[in-house]
């Protein structure tokens, strides 16, 4: 069973970056299409963004054209690069295996990003 811990999460300003890292372990990673997720305080978790086993993107509107996810397959990682962020992307940051935007694996920690106005 694939294990995942995510990482980097932290306090920025508002037009501010973070990169967030999610490393999986205890599967084969390769093969599976990973996405990112976050939860909001007093709201459902909502899909991200998703990336492929080949490397093919898939982003949700509210983020298209500030994140930017990436896989490293040799490293077992999974990248989410946040630019130009705004309060209302603060929430616990999650990573999984997807299927299309659906999540299929157990969840890790999660990484708390914070952003300030």
């Known amino acids: 069973q694939v294990q995942l811990v995510e990482s980097g999460g932290g306090l920025v300003q508002a037009g501010g970056s973070l990169t967030l890292s999610c490393a999986a372990s205890?599967?084969?990673?390769?093969?599976?299409?990973m996405g990112w997720f976050r939860q909001a305080p007093g709201k459902e978790r909502e899909f991200v963004a998703a990336?492929?086993?080949?490397?093919?993107?898939y982003y949700a509107d509210s983020v298209k054209g500030r994140f930017t996810i990436s896989r490293d397959n040799a490293k077992n990682t999974v990248l989410l690069q946040m630019n130009s962020l705004k309060p209302e992307d603060t929430a616990v940051y999650y990573c999984?295996?997807?299927?299309?935007?659906?999540?299929?694996?157990?969840w890790g920690q999660g990484t708390q990003v914070t952003v300030s106005s």
């Open positions: 990336v492929s086993w080949s490397g093919s993107t």
């Open positions: 205890g599967g084969t990673f390769s093969i599976y299409a």
């Open positions: 999984n295996r997807v299927i299309h935007t659906s999540p299929t694996g157990a």
